[in-house]
């Protein structure tokens, strides 16, 4: 019998590259690169619109249309807040989570996908460990894929939520969104910045609105280099000083599930980067203090600070509702499929 030949290896890399040209769903959310300024103000409005309007009229303009949640990893907030967004305007949303489903036994995240699409998802919502599985699903089904944070990569719509927080406390309207409304603010992230994906897509959104980004943390949490983060991004080792120069702060988690084997003085850090009464005080006594959540007590930030009347951290998780029926809306324009 004549053997089959294969594709050459130049037909098999050039079929590799025609994928990753392939267009996806104009309604995806997989970078906040996504988002062109126009853009991000026009979900801000649609997120204020969505949240004022009536429930019962609000909810028939999803009415049974079929949203996936396929979440790879742990979340409390993304999870919710996407599902929430979801019935709120009246879709059939359904959960595929790694421990409870055929993902378990083996199945790829494609065939899940495909299994979803035929299944009659006409969006899907994913949280992936893995830094580019949203751009790959998106390409496998077609479909708009809204990232719910993908490894270390990005989390878009945390980024949207955290700059409608930030929008909130500086009583900056969603209308008023351009490429110099953050103008003269600086916005300071410390943490383990190096594996949030929350810091990578709040520093690729934020500065094309204007603002600074700081990012601060021990060495061995930060990116080598700010410059490679993109324009209007540096890096300051001393929170205290970051702290002075900025108009709005965000503290991160250590991320104990990245650091592979990389061993943290948790009391020095806690002595150096720690949101605490006296730090704040000292620092920043009127500074919005944000956090992606979630958030660990007494490590990154007090009772106190998480607690007291700087703390943006319950309006970032409200606002993640209204913010997420936006980008479901969004990828759902149009119709049925
Ligand atoms: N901010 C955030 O992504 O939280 P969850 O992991 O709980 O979704």
Do not use: W
């Not at 050039?14 to 769903?25: N, R, V």
């Not at 489903?101 to 996908?113: N, Y």
């Not at 790959?136 to 927080?165: C, F, I, K, Y």
């Amino acid at each position: 019998m004549a053997e089959t030949k294969g594709p050459s290896r130049k037909a098999q890399k050039l079929s590799t590259l025609s994928l990753f040209q392939q267009p996806i769903h104009p309604g995806s959310a997989i970078s906040a690169m996504n988002f062109s300024v126009a853009a991000v103000r026009q979900i801000l409005l649609a997120a204020d619109a969505l949240e004022r309007e009536d429930p019962l009229r609000r909810a028939k303009r999803l009415a049974k249309r079929r949203v996936a949640l396929l979440f790879y990893e742990a979340s409390t907030r993304t999870r919710t807040s996407f599902e929430l967004a979801a019935k709120a305007l009246g879709a059939d949303t359904t959960l595929v989570s790694s421990l409870s489903s055929s993902i378990e036994k083996g199945e790829t995240l494609k065939d899940t996908g495909i299994t979803l699409k035929a299944l009659g998802a006409e969006c899907i919502i994913l949280r992936s460990p893995y830094s580019g599985a949203p751009y790959l699903l998106a390409q496998t089904t077609g479909l708009p894929v809204l990232n719910a944070g993908d490894g270390m990569a990005e989390h878009p719509s945390q980024a949207l939520l955290d700059l409608r927080t930030i929008l909130q406390r500086l009583k900056i309207r969603a209308s008023a969104v351009n490429e110099k409304c953050l103008r003269g603010i600086t916005l300071t992230i410390c943490g383990d910045v190096l594996h949030s994906r929350v810091a990578r897509s709040n520093a690729l959104l934020l500065p094309r609105l204007g603002a600074r980004i700081i990012f601060c943390g021990p060495e061995e949490l930060l990116p080598e280099s700010a410059t490679a983060m993109g324009p209007g991004v540096s890096i300051e080792r001393d929170f205290d000083t970051a702290l002075r120069q900025s108009q709005v702060a965000m503290v991160l988690r250590i991320q104990a599930e990245r650091l592979a084997g990389l061993k943290i003085d948790l009391d020095e850090y806690r002595r150096r980067y720690q949101a605490n009464t006296e730090r704040i005080a000292a620092c920043a006594p009127k500074t919005p203090i944000l956090h992606p959540g979630p958030i660990i007590r007494g490590m990154e930030i007090t009772d106190e600070v998480a607690d007291g009347p700087q703390s943006a951290i319950a309006a970032q998780v409200a606002n993640g509702v209204p913010v997420r029926m936006a980008l479901v809306a969004r990828a759902l324009k149009g119709g049925r499929r």
